[in-house]
């Protein structure tokens, strides 16, 4: 882990672990019993850990750098898993061992600030059930993004009240500044996130110019600055939140990545497949369209790794679209340092962008595998799935000092990974995007 | 970052956090039970020679 890393690391720990450091310095009311106080401790360990997740999705670029915000996103998911198993435990030890002082169920007869907990409670297991469960249960991604938002802060608002509530354990005069503190930091990053960030996109709009129809019904939506002078230094393979439509405060924004190179200008072309509620209506976009983008995000990039003698990309479908990015930066750069590219897809009509790769070819020293599952009749190159055996066949000699990118659907990039690292490539030369979190 | 080491770091991170739960529990009781060796008694004694 690098320094950066580390840093970022601790200080989220530090910000989760502080209320309850808090609670165990300082002044401290009277024990109530161990299972009590265990019942307590659990209850401000979760709702330190539901706070923290705003921090997590707040997208801050700096902190976001070092582990890439895929990943980030994933821990959010795996940590707000985990806060909620740990409120059901400080909500279980209450049930089971002091039902009496939680009162009656019924609103107008409880205490308001356990019907506060209570609705807490509610909102984080709403917020886990769809989320986890979002396409069972047949829920719109835009939709989803509504209710998440709104889940997440009712449900901490109910907390901050039922905390405040409750009062026993924060009610000391050096406590009280420390919660108020958390609660409006909080709240200042919910404000960053929802207001002050796309109040900053409205003032650097973009405008669709043109959406070309690709290879395997993928489009290729190009996008102009208007007004300011674009997204700035971005890296090739980074991909950005793209929001379309006359207000970024909707919530409609999506993340993409960014095709073209760097190098090209400020112009940025977007590869997308209509798989999605949103993307299936892709291609009605017109030229005209504004748009907003929130971003360069993402590592899948070969600016991370300077002085590696090449490269090893594995793409599954439109994953094809970070891995272009950087072969076309490559090409621009005149970079001759080899690369070898396993595109991986359904069927040969499927393979967007292959005419494109064909003729980087010709500008780089780019070795192109494609592996088709259901090939044609006169197919001579690779078909089926990805496996070892076929990696074995196909990898250069040097292939275990090169890092490998993956960009694909998850059972495609899991197998490649399992596959290079059987075969010798060190884990932490092997990178991959994580897509479809929800 | 792999997937498999953000796992590893957020179950370590609540593994901390319930492990900090169960400190607090545990020094508050301490506390507590210290009070309650020797009773009423006791705590008279302390009142009148206080630890340093």
Redesign the interface.
Known sequence: MSAR?AFW?ILY?GL??LP??V??LGE?P??R???W??S???G??AM??MAAQFALTARFRRATFP??ID?LY??HR??AI??L??LL?HWTILFVGFRDAMGPINPLEARWEITAGRVALGCFALVIVTSEFRKRLGLEYGLWRYLHVALAIVGFLAAVAHIGGVGYYTDAPGKQPLWLGATLGFLGLIGWTRIGKPWRQLSQPWEVVANRPEHGGARTLTLEPRGHSGLGRWQPGQFAWLTLGSSPFLLREHPFTIASAPESGPRLEFGIQPLGDFTSRIGEVEPGARAFLDGPYGVFSIDRHPGAPGFIFVSGGIGVTPALANLRSMAARGDRRPAILFYCNPDWESAAYRDELEALRDRMDLTLVHVLESPPRDWSGESGLLDRDMLKRRLPPDFAARPALLCGPPPLTAAA?AALEELGVP?AM?E?E?FELV | MRPAIARLVAAGLIAAVILLALLFAVVQNRDAADLDVGGVENVVKRGAAPRA
């Open positions: 890393a690391a720990l989760i672990l309850l450091l609670l165990l401290r009277p024990a019993g161990f299972w106080d265990f307590m401790g659990l401000f360990a330190a850990m582990f890439g990943v994933y821990f795996i940590l985990g806060a198993a740990i435990g990974r884990p092997i991959s994580l």
